[in-house]
């Protein structure tokens, strides 16, 4: 009788030989039939091994020997070299022309270059994103918006939406999905980009080059799980839809004596009156999630929008009055609370070179490895507005003069919130990111010409020496910080335990808040850190404001002023916490000398105090594990649309599906999968299909904006009224996605009736 | 200016911006974006919205003061 484990083995070779056989076979058929080509081939293959080269060398990065330069002075060859050929796939398709092989290389590239965080690191990367799980966790348990507490619950739009995703799914382990966050939110600014790009300039060479550069060139680091990485998503898709759809009827404005920035752009899409009045109010409802979910991106949307009318690019001429005063009404009165306490708001404004200081000067300080990084990220900000200040001279100078004043004139609009307020100096750094779009854009002119130009070796060489600095720039520009803002398992495991061992309402003392702590107990705890930016305090009784002098020459001072952050009240609990990565947040932007923690540590070890504090220490050189637990993507499949009214009964199986497994409260993988993708396509999908509207990649982008706006607005209405309840979040949008898909079925019947009644009537007549 | 603080201070504002949306909804309607058209803002949208601006500027003065 034959081994069953040899006759498993020879079947299996058997199979891998036949497979490989029947697939390059196929990969012949295809080649022969034109279907394929080689450059296809090409792309493929170097992507492929890119990628898998990259991820084999970045799950083994050394962090804990990272420098003050970041992930870049610990990256392996090996990541170095799947990038380039990532990069390389991406020139080779560009060459070609080939949609789906530019497609392929673009989305490896945004996976290269913004999942390197997360497959190098074992644990969600930044505390703010950790703290914004727990602002969601916030409104998930406690269901109401409590508007003194902090700026978030003044703009909860986006947190209301979280909290209401994290409940429908009844998602378990929350950050190690959210830290995939960079590369979806990469993803999805393409997909609006694309769109403008195609009606903008119209030559499908240029758009790609500059999608693939906004990748490249998006060191912001922005897109971690926050509101202002979603909502510049849903400014994209809006600016996308205005440009695309409401764009002016007539090519100039001669009359009205603005003609030299008059643009050049064909008509818009004109579409159905149903078409326009439906994006219309699509566009009011994601203005709505903006104003009510961030407070700088209604600003850029207003002066981005009002720059589009004055080009002539939007004829909607009252959308920037109404932007304006939506956000002024939020900001008045639904904002109030915030406001009144924060009368530094608008003192800034108009205060240009104090703003301008802020955000430059006061940023240059730190180790001498941080104040590298910041120039390096101020000199390629620089050198990319340097490279679309040539692409707008190409664009004169080849005779499309009014596109290239339109382009600008958009691209520069952004500036303007440079006189509203310094935004904690990251002002400048916003603005860059706002305008990265626009300037992708015209930076791809400047590097292989204007629409319609011959691409030649020429232009192809300056592309790849521009993409190789930009590629080399981005783990140092996107990464300089990382060594204060990764942070191991036990660092997570460290605050887990403190959270075990700290009865609700004691004080949480942190170094510098650099910790991945506040996912939980968002409210139920007393947070408080010792150096909280404020000016360095040398009184011992410093009380709950100011820096903590860690440089005290005296110890037993030192160890005074931190017992006094730590100050309690009867009955209650202080706990001090310590980590690495506070260590590292400190070397690296000051204000003491190198080692600041450890003489704190031995401030408070060597004290009297140190009966009544718990210090958790979690140090990391000890205890840290080679073993990187690197979580599998939840990867959306591609949005297809389907057969007519296969889409309509999948769609209402689907939303019906969800419902039930919500309300019967099924817990399994299976149902967060199916509800996390009916929450992010139907309902949108289902409305925008009533008018035919979801179609392309600006369709793609609409129905993932739509879905998710009307989630939002539902979940916030909810919690301004105190109903809060994800259960009937979902049942109202399996209603909206099923009685959309009824208006659709019904309204195909009327068309394909009255077609065929129209061919009758013709077949009549010629009969 | 406490009057400002409630419904008397926001739901002008409200109905500035409807009336704004509106007319944005009736001109897509009825198309006057037709070719040579020359489109004239009307003075009650102008008006409108200034008073809209005058109520929230008179708004944060008072959370300010």
Redesign the interface.
Same mark, same amino acid.
């Given at each position: 009788m034959a081994d069953p484990e040899v006759v498993s083995r020879s079947c299996g070779a058997w199979l891998g030989r036949w497979s490989a056989v029947s697939a390059w076979r196929s990969t012949e058929a295809a080649l022969r039939g034109g279907v394929l080509t080689h450059a296809d081939l090409t792309v493929a293959i170097l992507t492929i091994i890119g990628v898998v080269v990259w991820w084999e060398s970045s799950i083994a990065v050394p962090l804990l020997a990272m420098t003050d330069i970041g992930l870049a002075s610990v990256l392996p060859p090996g990541t170095w070299v799947g990038i380039l050929l990532v990069s390389a796939a991406f020139v080779v398709a560009l060459k070609s022309g080939r949609t789906p092989g530019i497609v392929l290389s673009i989305v490896a590239t945004v996976l290269v270059l913004h999942g390197l965080g997360v497959v190098a690191e074992p644990e969600m990367r930044f505390d703010v994103a950790w703290r914004h799980i727990g602002i969601a966790d916030y409104f998930r348990t406690r269901g109401q918006v409590d508007p003194e507490l902090d700026a978030y619950q003044n703009w909860p739009a986006f947190f209301a939406f979280a909290a209401f995703v994290w409940e429908a799914t009844g998602l378990r382990d929350l950050p190690a999905v959210l830290a995939w966050t960079p590369v979806v939110y990469n993803l999805l600014y393409l997909l609006p980009l694309i769109a403008i790009g195609h009606r903008i300039v119209g030559d499908r060479m240029l758009v790609w080059l500059a999608a693939w550069l906004f990748t490249v060139s998006n060191w912001i680091g922005q897109d971690y799980f926050s509101p202002q990485g979603w909502y510049v998503f849903i400014y994209l898709v809006v600016l996308a839809v205005l440009l695309s759809w409401f764009g002016?009827?007539?090519p100039g404005l001669p009359?009205s004596g603005r003609s030299h920035v008059a643009s050049e752009l064909e008509g818009p899409q004109v579409g159905t009156?149903n078409q326009?009045?439906a994006l219309?109010a699509v566009v #009011?409802v994601l203005t709505a999630t903006i104003v009510s979910g961030h407070q700088l991106t209604p600003y850029a949307l207003t002066v981005t929008t009002a720059a589009a009318v004055a080009v002539g690019w939007c004829?909607?001429?009252?959308?920037p009055?109404?932007l304006?005063?939506?956000t #002024?009404?939020w900001t008045?009165?639904a904002a109030?609370a915030y406001?009144?306490g924060h009368?530094d708001t608008?003192s800034q404004l108009g205060s240009i070179l104090s703003i301008f200081e802020q955000t430059v000067e006061k940023r240059l300080q730190g180790s001498p490895g941080h104040e590298l990084i910041v120039r390096l990220r101020l000199l390629e900000t620089a050198a990319l507005w340097a490279l679309a200040a040539i692409g707008v001279f190409r664009l004169v100078r080849a005779g499309h003069r009014r596109l290239a004043l339109s382009l600008a004139s958009v691209a520069l609009s952004c500036f303007l919130l440079m006189a509203l307020q310094s935004y904690g100096g990251e002002a400048l750094m916003r603005i860059a990111f706002f305008a990265l779009a626009f300037t992708a854009l015209l930076v791809a002119v400047a590097l292989i010409g204007p629409p319609g130009a011959l691409v030649r070796f020429r232009e192809l060489v300056s592309v790849i020496l521009v993409g190789v600095l930009l590629l080399a720039a981005f783990p140092l520009t996107r990464y300089g910080n990382e060594r204060m803002d990764w942070y191991t398992s036990d660092e997570v495991a460290g605050v887990d335990a403190m959270y075990r061992v700290a009865p609700a309402g004691s004080v949480l003392t942190s170094v510098t808040g650099g910790l991945p702590w506040r996912s939980k107990g968002y409210d139920d705890y007393d947070y408080r850190v010792l150096v909280d930016g404020n000016p360095i305090s040398s009184a011992p009784g410093i009380g709950r404001e100011g820096t903590v002098d860690m440089a005290a020459p005296d110890l037993a001072k030192l160890a005074e002023q931190v017992e006094s952050r730590m100050a309690r009240r009867p009955g209650q609990r202080s706990f001090l916490i310590v980590s690495r990565s506070q260590a590292a947040d400190l070397d690296l932007l000051g204000p003491f000398p190198a080692g600041a923690q450890d003489r704190l540590i031995a401030a408070v070890t060597a004290s009297t105090y140190s009966s009544w504090w718990g210090c958790m220490k979690t140090d990391m050189e000890a205890q840290a594990r080679d073993v990187r637990q690197v979580e599998q993507p939840v990867v959306l499949r591609p949005l297809q649309i389907i057969a007519l009214y296969r889409t309509s009964v999948l769609l209402s199986v689907l939303a019906v599906t969800v419902a039930v497994l919500v309300i019967a409260d099924v817990q399994s993988s299976f149902r967060s999968v199916l509800t996390f993708l009916f929450l992010m396509i139907a309902p949108g999908l289902s409305l925008l299909d009533i008018c035919g509207l979801a179609r392309g990649w600006l369709g793609v982008a609409l129905v993932v904006a739509t879905s998710t706006s009307l989630a939002t607005l539902v979940a916030m209405a909810q919690l301004y009224l105190g109903i809060w309840s994800p259960t009937g979040t979902v049942v109202v949008l399996a209603l909206v996605t099923v009685a959309g898909q009824a208006v659709a079925v019904r309204g195909r019947r009327h068309a394909d009736s009255a077609a065929s009644s129209s061919a009758n009537q013709r077949y009549g007549a010629c009969s | 200016m406490t009057v400002l603080e409630g419904p008397t201070?926001?739901l002008p504002?409200?109905a500035?911006?409807a009336l704004?949306?509106t007319?944005?909804?009736a001109r897509?309607?009825h198309?006057v &974006?037709?070719?040579?058209e020359?489109?004239k803002?009307s003075a009650v949208?102008f008006s409108a &919205?200034f008073v &809209?601006?005058a109520i929230?500027a008179l708004?944060?003065g008072t959370?300010?003061a």
């Open positions: 002016e009827y007539r009359d009156t326009r009045l219309l #009011l004829r909607l001429r009252t959308l009055i109404s304006m005063l939506a #002024l009404l008045g009165y109030a406001v009144a009368p608008f | 201070g926001y504002v409200i500035v911006l704004l949306i007319r944005e909804f897509e309607l198309h &974006a037709t070719p040579g020359h489109r803002w949208t &919205a &809209a601006i929230l708004r944060f959370l300010y």
